[in-house]
């Protein structure tokens, strides 16, 4: 098995029809897709940025992604359990890094931040571990 690095997985996913590179990538993505592969943590928050900040997706566009790339059964995600959480809670409002950050920290009593916008997000909506915001 081998892991993919985000490039791989945005060749496979995002068909930019501007960039010829990417169309001359797009197949050998395709078949280190097809194949039992790994996905590590840092790779899909990584992803995440590159589809939101260079594609400029949505925040439903990213999560369907997301969600697609989660729901095949020969990649193995890691942390799988935390990356499906942090998914649910950045529907719910979370940025998708807080909300990664936030889901594996569960071995914690809390997460600290001075992001007010994660406190009161994360407070809103309940999370654990509880996120406290430091003056």
Do not use: C
């Amino acid at each position: 098995m081998k892991a993919l690095d985000t490039n791989v997985l945005a060749r496979f996913f995002i068909d930019d029809a501007d960039d010829i590179e990417a169309a001359r990538q797009r197949p050998a993505a395709a078949e280190a897709m097809s194949q039992r592969a790994f996905v590590p943590v840092t790779v899909l928050l990584e992803f995440e940025w590159v589809m939101r900040g260079f594609y400029e997706l949505t925040r439903p566009d990213v999560i369907r992604v997301m969600r697609a790339l989660t729901g095949i059964e020969h990649v193995v995600i890691e942390d799988r359990h935390d990356v499906l959480t942090a998914l649910e809670h950045h529907e719910q409002g979370l940025d998708f890094a807080d909300a990664l950050h936030l889901a594996r920290s569960t071995r914690a009593t809390g997460l600290v931040t001075f992001d007010r916008k994660l406190f009161e997000r994360a407070s809103n909506l309940g999370l654990t571990p509880p996120v406290e915001l430091l003056a």
